[in-house]
């Protein structure tokens, strides 16, 4: 059984910023390298920068698996796309490919209905070639593409992704 758990407890932010630094160093060091690795986590999944990001309107969850705290997500109102904008997305390595990832995109699709959004929105490195097939099976399509500078030397290289919510 998926479910997502609502986050904005300081030890659930903590518990958060552990899960992601955690998957973070396993799964991106081979598509942006090391160095970027440490500074995005630093500057967009640490303690602080969650707290900010939940002060700032973002939502987080924790995707759970019966009990047991698997992963997590992020979510942000875009009203520019009339989106609800999937900012994380994040299992752990031992759980991925089990359908949880699918279960989820069902949950956030009747959240952005409730919301009035009409599409969900997402951003993903134009290298991570798992996670675009896995968002193309589940309907999205890429929409456009987008080089981010970050500062620090580094860029987000991702395309735009996006599926109706409507149906
Ligand atoms: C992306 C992610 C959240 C998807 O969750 P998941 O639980 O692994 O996905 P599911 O098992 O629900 O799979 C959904 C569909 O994609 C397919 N799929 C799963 N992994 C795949 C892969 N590596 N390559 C191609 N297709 C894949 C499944 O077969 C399923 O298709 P189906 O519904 O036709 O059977 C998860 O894999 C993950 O955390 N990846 C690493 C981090 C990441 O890249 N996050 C996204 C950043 S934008």
């Not at 932010?13 to 060091?29: D, G, M, R, S, V």
């Not at 920068?49 to 995707?63: D, M, P, R, S, V």
């Not at 890429?142 to 735009?160: A, P, Q």
Request: with cysteine; net charge negative; charged share 20%.
């Amino acid at each position: 059984m998926t479910s997502l758990q609502n986050i904005s407890h300081e030890q659930d932010i903590k518990q958060l910023a552990n899960i992601a630094h955690t998957i973070w160093n396993e799964y991106f060091p081979s598509i942006i390298g090391h160095a970027q690795v440490d500074y995005m986590v630093e500057k967009f999944q640490s303690q602080s920068a969650i707290t900010k990001q939940l002060q700032q309107g973002h939502e987080y969850f924790f995707i759970c698996d019966g009990d047991q705290r698997v992963g997590y997500i992020g979510l942000v109102a875009n009203s520019n796309k009339d989106a609800l904008q999937i900012s994380k997305f994040y299992l752990l390595k031992d759980i991925r490919g089990k359908g949880h990832g699918k279960a989820i995109i069902d949950q956030i699709r009747d959240m952005a209905k409730t919301k009035g959004f009409s599409q969900l929105y997402l951003t993903v490195n134009k290298y991570n070639e798992a996670a675009i097939s896995v968002y193309k099976k589940l309907g999205f399509v890429i929409s456009g593409d987008m080089v981010i500078d970050i500062e620090g030397g580094f860029v987000m290289d991702d395309y735009e992704m996006n599926m109706p919510v409507t149906g």
